[in-house]
């Protein structure tokens, strides 16, 4: 079962719990389908709250993607001032918040076009912490992970920077080049996070090394312990190809994003020697898919339309544009700037 915000819940849901009033008589038992009429009598008698059974909380049109994005970020936003003032983190909260996200990466066609419309510029940390969140997640799913270490590898997206909330504020801002020092300064948030987290119950050694280790690279070049190949945790190693997709995509202070072909090109590009080539290469051949269709803007500055992805070369797909189309694996001239929506 799972707990969810009415305000998250549409027409449909299966209940997990009985629902009871007040005075304790029964309102709905648990099996109920429920109504519109019913959610709206929740929520006159001031019910916040209901339990799901598992099967109805993995249908994502019971829930709403950007209520449940909206709620993460508020968690997000919660747990970092939390951390940042020295206070406990809340175990029941960021639990609460990744299992809904584990339920919304059910429905994995309409994930990255959700994760577009909800990009926040002045919100980079806490969109950023839970886009990798969701990432890490459906990246457990492609590889066949059980559902307790797919809910483990959400738990360490959404904390994977914690550490940051120790960086004074003037540098994790700074709209220019970071100094040498600064950078310095910047690459502790990896073994901050890792202290905040390592002694907490709920937290296990895999999760937490994720937190440490997800700026390590295969060739030794990463931070903060330099660890080569197999000696970096495979979470950490799941967290850096989300990290790093996510954040080319992304708007930030001191970077353009690019468009989501040019950052998988340079995931794949760095599987050879940075990055782990088995996870790398699963969301380099998945990840293309999911644009069939969408309008792009091309380097000419023409829009087109995706309309076929080479399995051979995913980030080079077959534009249609007007009635001419543009076969962007034979005319290496032409790139993606980025998806309209």
């Given at each position: 079962?799972?707990?969810?915000?009415?305000?998250?819940?549409?027409?449909?849901?299966?209940?997990?719990?009985?629902?009871?009033?007040?005075?304790?008589?029964?309102?709905?038992?648990?099996?109920?389908?429920?109504?519109?009429?019913?959610?709206?009598?929740?929520?006159?008698?001031?019910?916040?709250?209901?339990?799901?059974?598992?099967?109805?909380?993995?249908?994502?049109?019971?829930?709403?993607?950007?209520?449940?994005?909206?709620?993460?970020?508020?968690?997000?936003?919660?747990?970092?001032?939390?951390?940042?003032?020295?206070?406990?983190?809340?175990?029941?909260?960021?639990?609460?918040?990744?299992?809904?996200?584990?339920?919304?990466?059910?429905?994995?066609?309409?994930?990255?076009?959700?994760?577009?419309?909800?990009?926040?510029?002045?919100?980079?940390?806490?969109?950023?912490?839970?886009?990798?969140?969701?990432?890490?997640?459906?990246?457990?799913?492609?590889?066949?992970?059980?559902?307790?270490?797919?809910?483990?590898?959400?738990?360490?997206?959404?904390?994977?920077?914690?550490?940051?909330?120790?960086?004074?504020?003037?540098?994790?801002?700074?709209?220019?080049?970071?100094?040498?020092?600064?950078?310095?300064?910047?690459?502790?948030?990896?073994?901050?996070?890792?202290?905040?987290?390592?002694?907490?119950?709920?937290?296990?050694?895999?999760?937490a090394n994720a937190v440490l280790m997800h700026h390590e690279r295969a060739d030794g070049s990463g931070y903060p312990l330099g660890l080569k190949g197999v000696k970096i945790n495979n979470y950490a190693s799941i967290v850096a190809v989300a990290d790093v997709y996510d954040a080319m995509t992304s708007e930030?202070?001191?970077?353009?994003?690019?468009?989501?072909?040019?950052?998988?090109?340079?995931?794949?590009?760095?599987?050879?020697?940075?990055?782990?080539?088995?996870?790398?290469?699963?969301?380099?051949?998945?990840?293309?898919?999911?644009?069939?269709?969408?309008?792009?803007?091309?380097?000419?500055?023409?829009?087109?339309?995706?309309?076929?992805?080479?399995?051979?070369?995913?980030?080079?797909?077959?534009?249609?544009?007007?009635?001419?189309?543009?076969?962007?694996?034979?005319?290496?001239?032409?790139?993606?700037?980025?998806?309209?929506?």
């Amino acid at each position: 079962m799972l707990k969810i915000k009415l305000s998250q819940l549409k027409p449909g849901v299966k209940l997990g719990k009985d629902i009871f009033t007040f005075d304790g008589n029964l309102l709905l038992p648990k099996g109920s389908i429920v109504s519109k009429e019913q959610l709206e009598q929740f929520a006159r008698r001031n019910i916040e709250e209901v339990y799901l059974w598992e099967e109805s909380s993995k249908i994502k049109s019971q829930v709403d993607f950007q209520e449940v994005y909206k709620d993460s970020l508020a968690v997000t936003r919660e747990f970092m001032l939390e951390a940042k003032l020295g206070k406990p983190i809340d175990e029941k909260e960021i639990n609460a918040t990744v299992e809904m996200l584990v339920c919304q990466v059910f429905d994995q066609n309409d994930l990255f076009h959700q994760m577009r419309i909800m990009k926040e510029k002045d919100e980079y940390l806490f969109t950023h912490s839970v886009n990798v969140s969701l990432l890490c997640i459906l990246i457990g799913r492609w590889m066949k992970y059980s559902d307790e270490k797919i809910k483990e590898l959400g738990l360490a997206g959404l904390l994977h920077d914690i550490g940051k909330v120790k960086v004074p504020d003037h540098i994790l801002q700074k709209p220019d080049t970071l100094t040498p020092e600064e950078f310095e300064v910047v690459k502790k948030h990896t073994i901050d996070g890792y202290n905040l987290l390592v002694d907490l119950p709920w937290i296990n050694e895999s999760m937490a090394n994720a937190v440490l280790m997800h700026h390590e690279r295969a060739d030794g070049s990463g931070y903060p312990l330099g660890l080569k190949g197999v000696k970096i945790n495979n979470y950490a190693s799941i967290v850096a190809v989300a990290d790093v997709y996510d954040a080319m995509t992304s708007e930030r202070i001191y970077s353009d994003k690019v468009s989501p072909y040019t950052a998988v090109e340079t995931l794949w590009n760095d599987s050879f020697g940075k990055l782990d080539p088995r996870i790398s290469k699963v969301f380099y051949d998945k990840i293309t898919d999911f644009y069939v269709g969408n309008e792009v803007l091309l380097s000419n500055n023409e829009r087109g339309l995706v309309v076929y992805i080479d399995p051979g070369q995913p980030t080079r797909p077959i534009i249609k544009v007007g009635d001419e189309f543009y076969n962007l694996a034979e005319d290496r001239s032409l790139t993606i700037l980025e998806i309209i929506d």
